[in-house]
């Protein structure tokens, strides 16, 4: 089995996971226990929030009220213990990720050369970049409910009307200039390789400079005169695999390079052993 995610991104979904789950917990249901005056029973169990879940529960079917916030923080904890379980299994060799780095595309050519990264092959990569905004617009479509069900104090008449709208419209705006520009970038560095519009260069990474393993500064080398900058940290439809994080950038290392500007759309590399 293989999934497509990081283990960095693998961490952040569990962790959103995790915080909308305590966020809803203490938005509904602690404050609706709160406002109540109900007190959780925690006779019957070992864990402070399953004793308030049930006692939310409870509240909420004597007063033949809908259960919505229930079932979603029991299927948010159910996502998150199987999240859990991916780790072990990860672990234990029984759950492979497909880790982003840039292992060689193909084999090497008639020049000794191996193809590392090619932007015409390895496809628009900011999907998880792009869909973190669609959070945002989840979030502005369910203002109004929020807002009429208490989770939200309710705000004066004039905010309750136009602050949904405007924060939607600007979820909206914000995820589709994320995608546009990240996108067309991309398409941007293709069309440079396939209509010939790159320039190419081949020679020594002489002046390496990695990127430490805290912070996010530049990496950068030099080939024949002409500098080159990247970073993990920075969007990009080119090259950005950084030597921190599996690069395959070394000092010394013979390279060929496509490039626009200084963006490096292929990576050529001859290993010592070819």
Known sequence: ???????????LIGFVLIALGRTIHYLAVTRYLRERCLVATRDR????????????????LSDHQPLTWWYVLWAIQIVVFLWMIGWFASAGGALKFGVLTYLPLATSNV????????????????????????IFVAVGLALPTLIRIGIFRKPPNWMQKWF??????FAIFLTLTCFITTYTDYRRAVSAIRNNRAHVI???????????????????????GIRFEYSDHVITGGFNNTSSHGGPIREGLPVKIWYLGREILRLDIKRSDQ
Not at 1 to 11: D, P, T
Not at 45 to 60: L, N, P, V
Not at 206 to 212: A, E, L, R, S
């Open 1 to 11: 089995m293989s999934i497509q995610l990081s283990l960095s991104e693998y961490f």
């Open 45 to 60: 169990w070992a864990m402070r929030d399953w004793s308030e879940w049930s006692a939310y529960g409870k509240a909420r």
């Open 111 to 134: 020049d000794g050369y191996t193809t590392v990264f090619d932007v015409t092959q390895t496809g628009y990569r900011h999907w998880s970049f792009t869909a973190f905004g669609l």
């Open 164 to 169: 949904p709208r405007v924060f939607l419209g």
């Open 202 to 224: 081949e020679g020594i990474v002489t002046d390496f400079k990695p990127m430490p393993y805290t912070g996010h500064a530049m990496e950068s080398f030099v080939v024949q």
